[in-house]
């Protein structure tokens, strides 16, 4: 049985959460998550108000029934619950990760709409141990083998894993000790499925003493070791990197080649996902291949994760790719406020139909009035503009404010360039 202290423990990444979801499927360690979060409720006198999800991904016939069971369940425990559904066609191919992607996609959309700002999921320290075995065997690094985090920023919400620290099997006797049965679901068994696979391992990995606890222990360390480097990787970037109002960003050269190559590396993934407007950061063997071009000393111009990497002089200098990458195309009911390409923070009033927040494009950049255009640079291009029937209504990064349909927009690249590799990218 897990006791009141270690409880608190698990669950003070929660604390103070102005609303917290419980992302729940039918299983035993999802079922351990509302039973536990019930007991944290009581001890911290209900001050966190705390919602169930429960994602429908419609592989099997069973999934409806499922999730109505756990609906039904988390209403006995005392927490309002919704169901969610992966409508629309299914990837033949990739399921696992599809599926993965649709419920978190779900789960922040509906946390967004009923004011959620933390997402508690059930993954332990058996999923900690499977997860770095499958890092292992895909060759990742120290960020990789480092393993889920226990907490990490998803946007404005906070994903939190509180029971990490907690076996299977203890979790397992607290759903059995309350009379409940869980769901078993065969994909769990099917080994078509790489964690399926890797959790069949598991037994013989621990008879040679790589047990789920030893594995999540070299978790904890590397993250150690992760966060060591995001240290320095931090004061890099603080000393040799800086971001124009157009989301370019410029790199000292000497200063970057004066760094050890995990720094000069993990500065240059950082640098690529913010310039390029990129979810995640690139593939590390990738990065390492532009890295020892622009170590050298011929003229260098190439395109990674959506930026333009080129060397002038004593400088790198990283800007969006304006083509074939692709920026996105927003048409607009109102106004707008929020995030813009992961590059820009933009405002609109007065937007009546019809209006598309996109980006200023090269010909919208010509259609600036030629005192505006003057002196810009093409990256200007980049940036975000509103049109109306094809033609530039604003484009504030560019000098031309649009008189009534107020737009405001400044980059956002710099706080992003300052947000840390998460395991999960690497």
């Known amino acids: 049985m897990i006791d009141d202290a270690t409880l608190l423990r698990c669950f003070a990444p929660l604390e103070g959460s102005d609303g917290i979801a419980l992302a729940v499927s039918g299983g035993a360690d999802s079922m351990a998550l509302m039973?536990?979060?019930?007991?944290?409720?009581?001890?911290?006198?209900?001050?966190?108000?705390?919602?169930?999800?429960?994602?429908?991904?419609?592989?099997?016939?069973?999934?409806?029934?499922?999730?109505?069971?756990?609906?039904?369940?988390?209403?006995?425990?005392?927490?309002?619950?919704?169901?969610?559904?992966?409508?629309?066609?299914?990837?033949?191919t990739g399921i696992e990760a599809a599926a993965r992607d649709a419920r978190y996609r779900l789960l922040f959309g509906a946390?967004?709409?009923?004011?959620?700002?933390?997402?508690?999921?059930?993954?332990?320290?058996?999923?900690?141990?499977?997860?770095?075995?499958?890092?292992?065997?895909?060759?990742?690094?120290?960020?990789g083998l480092a393993g889920m985090a226990r907490q990490s920023a998803r946007g404005d919400a906070v994903l939190v894993r509180p029971l990490l620290?907690?076996?299977?099997?203890?979790?397992?006797?607290?759903?059995?000790?309350?009379?409940?049965?869980?769901?078993?679901?065969?994909?769990?068994?099917?080994?078509?499925?790489?964690?399926?696979?890797?959790?069949?391992?598991?037994?013989?990995?621990?008879?040679?003493?790589?047990?789920?606890?030893?594995?999540?222990?070299?978790?904890?360390?590397?993250?150690?070791?992760?966060?060591?480097?995001?240290?320095?990787?931090?004061?890099?970037?603080a000393a040799a990197a800086s971001v124009d109002q157009f989301g370019a960003i410029r790199l000292s050269r000497p200063l970057w080649l004066a760094e050890p190559e995990e720094i000069r590396l993990r500065a240059l993934a950082r640098i690529l996902r913010?310039?390029?407007?990129?979810?995640?950061?690139?593939?590390?063997?990738?990065?390492?291949?532009?890295?020892?071009?622009?170590?050298?000393?011929?003229?260098?111009?190439?395109?990674?994760a959506g930026a333009v990497a080129s060397r002038r002089a004593d400088r790198i200098v990283f800007e969006r790719e304006a083509g074939r990458a692709g920026l996105p195309s927003v048409a607009l009911v109102g106004g707008f406020r929020g995030v813009w390409d992961r590059r820009f923070e933009v405002e609109i009033e007065n937007a009546p139909p019809g209006m598309v927040l996109t980006a200023l494009g090269e010909a919208g950049r010509l259609a600036?009035?030629?005192?505006?255009?003057?002196?810009?640079?093409?990256?200007?291009?980049?940036?975000?503009?509103?049109?109306?029937?094809?033609?530039?209504?604003?484009?504030?990064?560019?000098?031309?404010t649009g008189g009534e349909h107020a737009m405001r927009a400044s980059q956002g690249v710099a706080r992003r360039l300052g947000e840390a590799v998460t395991a999960e990218e690497a």
């Open 35 to 92: 039973l536990l979060a019930r007991r944290w409720a009581a001890l911290t006198n209900g001050a966190a108000r705390i919602v169930v999800l429960t994602v429908d991904h419609g592989l099997r016939p069973e999934a409806a029934a499922e999730a109505s069971e756990v609906a039904r369940i988390a209403g006995t425990i005392g927490f309002p619950a919704h169901i969610l559904r992966w409508d629309g066609p299914h990837p033949d």
């Open 111 to 143: 946390m967004a709409e009923q004011r959620l700002t933390h997402c508690a999921t059930a993954h332990h320290r058996d999923d900690q141990a499977e997860t770095v075995l499958m890092r292992l065997a895909r060759g990742s690094g120290v960020y």
């Open 165 to 237: 620290d907690l076996a299977r099997g203890d979790l397992r006797a607290i759903v059995t000790a309350a009379g409940l049965v869980p769901v078993d679901d065969p994909h769990n068994r099917d080994p078509r499925f790489a964690r399926a696979r890797m959790r069949a391992f598991m037994p013989v990995l621990a008879r040679e003493g790589m047990t789920a606890e030893r594995l999540a222990a070299t978790a904890s360390r590397l993250r150690r070791a992760a966060a060591a480097i995001d240290h320095y990787v931090d004061r890099l970037i």
């Open 274 to 304: 913010a310039a390029g407007g990129a979810e995640h950061v690139p593939r590390i063997e990738r990065v390492t291949a532009l890295a020892a071009v622009l170590a050298g000393n011929d003229p260098v111009r190439r395109t990674l």
């Open 368 to 400: 600036l009035p030629q005192p505006v255009r003057a002196g810009l640079p093409r990256t200007v291009a980049t940036t975000p503009a509103l049109f109306r029937d094809g033609h530039l209504v604003a484009a504030p990064l560019a000098g031309f």
